[in-house]
């Protein structure tokens, strides 16, 4: 049995009902798999779903349905730390520290991670087994509601902004 690891735009993609979620909840009820997630996946889906304007208590609600079906937690620890800084230091362009521990979950633990983020393309496929689902973009719902640049740079936007100010 194949145990797969769904990353937060899988699971955003999902709940917002895009096409990538019909593939996500195939994956879901699939016999001849398991779904699992990072422990720090409970983090980012939470901080999506307020940037989107859910309120804490339907947040709330949302993380307990997806823990009831998707009980598999993998855990992040000093090794998976570790792993995590090497996959930074070998990715050909940015990855973020989030999508970095949960690459080094997965691949700590010997596991394929779903996924329809393309900072996880950076890293190189000898490192890491992943499933691209193909769709639309896991974040498109901020386009509107968040420019580009704060959404790929937001620290270092804000830095950029507040040198600007101070000249």
């Not at 016999?31 to 804490?56: D, Q, Y």
């Not at 792993?83 to 362009?93: K, M, Y």
């Not at 596991?111 to 000898?126: C, E, G, Q, T």
Request: glycine share 4%; proline share 5%.
């Amino acid at each position: 049995m194949t145990l797969y690891v769904l990353d937060t735009s899988v699971l955003i993609a999902h709940f917002l009902k895009e096409p990538v979620g019909t593939q996500v909840a195939e994956l879901m009820s699939d016999p001849t798999g398991e779904v699992a997630v990072c422990v720090v996946t409970w983090l980012e889906l939470e901080g999506k779903l307020r940037e989107k304007g859910v309120s804490l208590q339907d947040r709330t609600n949302i993380l307990e349905a997806y823990h009831s079906v998707i009980p598999i937690q993998l855990i992040v620890d000093g090794d998976v730390v570790a792993r995590a800084l090497q996959l930074r230091a070998e990715a050909r362009s940015r990855l973020p520290a989030m999508d970095a521990l949960i690459a080094a979950c997965a691949q700590a633990y010997d596991v394929v991670l779903v996924h329809n983020d393309k900072h996880f393309d950076a890293i190189p496929s000898s490192l890491l087994k992943c499933w691209h689902l193909p769709g639309a973009n896991p974040f498109g719902y901020l386009s509107s509601v968040v420019p580009p640049v704060v959404r790929e740079k937001k620290a270092s936007y804000k830095i950029r902004r507040k040198r600007k100010a101070a000249q």
